[in-house]
Every structure is written in C-alpha cells, then in structure tokens.
T-cell receptor
Framework: AQKITQTQPGMFVQEKEAVTLDCTYD???????LFWYKQPSSGEMIFLIY????DEQNATEGRYSLNFQKARKSANLVISASQLGDSAMYFC???????????????WGLGTSLGVNP | DADVTQTPRNRITKTGKRIMLECSQT?????MYWYRQDPGLGLRLIYY???????NKGEISDGYSVSRQAQAKFSLSLESAIPNQTALYFC??????????????FGPGTRLTVL
C-alpha cells in the first residue's frame, strides 16, 4: 500500500539556520510525484515544492529544496536560512503520475510542526 | 482575489442540524476535492469529483454528501451534524492538463464546530 511517513512530529530550529524535515514514502509505482505543503497557524494549505520520480535534479524553489533519494524512498524538505515566518506545520504528500491509471488522490503524511526560534 | 474560496470560513452549529459548506474556484480546474483535517490525523479525503458527472467517495464519506453544481462549484453537506464532525474542512482543486502530477490547490478552509 502507498504510504507517507513523517517521523518528526515537532522540531525547532534557530533563525537563519537550515533545517531538514524528513519524509519517507512507500510505493510500488515507477512514476510518481512528491509534494510538500506548508500550513501556518492561520490554517491555509500552501503548496511549496514538488519532485517527479524521474527528475534527475533535486527540485528547488527559493529557500526550499527537496533532497530526493529514490533508492531510499526519501524526499526530505530542506529550508535554508530559516525565518520566523517558517513556523508552521509541513506536510509531505505523494501522487501517482496522471498517466499511471491510478490518479485518484494524494497520499498524505501526518505532518511535522516546525518552530523557528529568534 | 483567491482562486479557491470557501464559505463560510467559520461555523458553529448544533447536533442534528443540516450544514452545507460551499467551494468555488476560478482556476478552471476540472477536479475538486473535499478533505477534513483533525489534529494528529492529518488530511483525510471525504469526496472527490473529476468532472460535473463524476463524483466519488473518499476514505471517510459516511455522514457526508456532495453536489457538483458546475465545474467551478463543489458543495459538501452534513445531513445531520454530529460532534465528531468538528474539524477543519478544506476544498482543493487540480488540473491534470497542467502537469504530470496531481498537484492540488487549496481553499482557505472552513472551521466547523458541532456542539
């Protein structure tokens, strides 16, 4: 069965430091996408970054990068130079590719709560 | 203006009442979803719709119903609300034509409390 595991329920980082949020996944699909979303205390769900399983380069979006290790089935989110506004819940999710015939839904992890200390 | 809107944003109701949560989108996406979020349980899919005539149950559809009135509108109803339906509800959309993977875009959420 497809599954996303986020092993860090909560963590803290010092402002301006880098932080890595862990995500491991389980799938037998060959083609899939991996996503990270941010949920601040206000509640909205904000898309951050995605990585396709066949992408050779790790995805980057500004201060966010995805450390994709396909053999280990991990897709860790790296936030560089943390800011106070990065304090939020972070969710990892996985989707089969749309042409894989099973494109019904995203599989979600339970999230990691990140606090940034000044 | 937000691409995905939800009304109401907050609602307090009593057990047994019928409640409708509405979702509208201007993204032109065919696919729409309803999730609920509970602390410690993450996001769980209630219903999803791939077009106006295609509606499917998610993992926790009991006690809920939906209506896809148009491509842009997808409503979630609680026919007889109960306290364990107290949660944060999200509507989301996606468009398979815009990318290989099923990236979803979320509304701001509706915080529902059932007393």
């Amino acid at each position: 069965a497809q599954k996303i595991t986020q092993t860090q329920p909560g963590m803290f980082v010092q402002e301006k430091e880098a932080v890595t949020l862990d995500c491991t996944y389980d799938t037998s699909d060959q083609s899939y996408g991996l996503f990270w979303y941010k949920q601040p205390s206000s509640g909205e769900m904000i898309f951050l970054i995605y990585q396709g399983s066949y992408d050779e380069q790790n995805a980057t979006e500004g201060r966010y990068s995805l450390n994709f290790q396909k053999a280990r089935k991990s897709a860790n989110l790296v936030i560089s130079a943390s800011q106070l506004g990065d304090s939020a819940m972070y969710f990892c999710a996985m989707s089969p590719a749309l042409n894989a015939g099973n494109n019904r839904k995203l599989i979600w992890g339970l999230g990691t709560s990140l606090g940034v200390n000044p | 203006d937000a691409d995905v809107t939800q009304t109401p944003r907050n609602r307090i109701t009593k057990t047994g009442k019928r409640i409708m949560l509405e979702c509208s989108q201007t993204k032109g996406h065919d696919r729409m979803y309803w999730y609920r979020q509970d602390p410690g349980l993450g996001l769980r899919l209630i219903y999803y719709s791939f077009d106006v005539k295609d509606i499917n149950k998610g993992e926790i559809s009991d006690g809920y119903s939906v209506s896809r009135q148009a491509q842009a509108k997808f409503s979630l109803s609680l026919e007889s609300a109960i306290p364990n339906q107290t949660a944060l509800y999200f509507c989301a959309t996606s468009d398979p034509g815009r990318g290989l993977y099923n990236e979803q875009f979320f509304g701001p959420g509706t915080r529902l409390t059932v007393l």
